[in-house]
């Protein structure tokens, strides 16, 4: 086995018994929660690696270092998520390999994803993301829409041919009344995707947590975390 082999396995070995711990104490059954591991600035040969490791979903943030990876990769039987705020200037490429965009906050985005997806013919699954840091502009510091644009923005999506609405997705916010509070923030998200399903039942995913707060995440119900540093180490500065 590689060096890079067995750290991957150690930390992959890790997160996993963190994730069954948390599931555990919650009371909730470790198939309840899917790990998606963030590989962004790391190469492709990481991806291979944690696949032959049993890795399902990998998610990328940037279009310039997931299009060519994801195509480096394409023999693997992965799902790819695309988690970074996207200019609509790169949904065509995005929706080349994404399998499901966790980062729908806007109508203009809706609408050019799905003008792509059809032109591919794929069906692309999305998340809103929800900003629970949005001030009067209603978008948050890392993109996201408030609580209050949920519904308009996802009966769009569920009616936009070639995507598919999957949930909802947050970041824990720096700032506003949640800043420190994950999982107060991460059970206000549970809370909205309960709003959510009563329109949209199948919309049943909720993406959140990462390396510092998974354990918050799966406690407050989440269906999918998403890990990069505890897997993949510290990354290194993007040039």
Known sequence: MTDRKTELAANLAKVEERITAACAAAGRAREEVTLIVVTKTYPASDVRILSGLGVRHVAENRDQDAAP????????????????????????????????????????????????AVRAGREVGCLIQVALDAGASGRGDRGGVAPAGIEELADLVAGAPGLRLGGLMTVAPLTGEYAGREQAAFERLMDLSTDLRRAHPAATMVSAGMSADLEQAVAAGATHVRVGTAVLGVRPRLG
């Open 69 to 116: 990876k994801a195509a480096d990769c394409a023999d693997l039987p992965l799902t790819w998520h695309f988690v970074g705020q996207l200019q609509t200037n790169k949904v065509r490429s995005v929706v080349g390999y994404a399998d499901v965009v966790q980062s729908v906050d806007r109508s203009r985005l809706v609408t050019a994803l799905s003008k792509e």
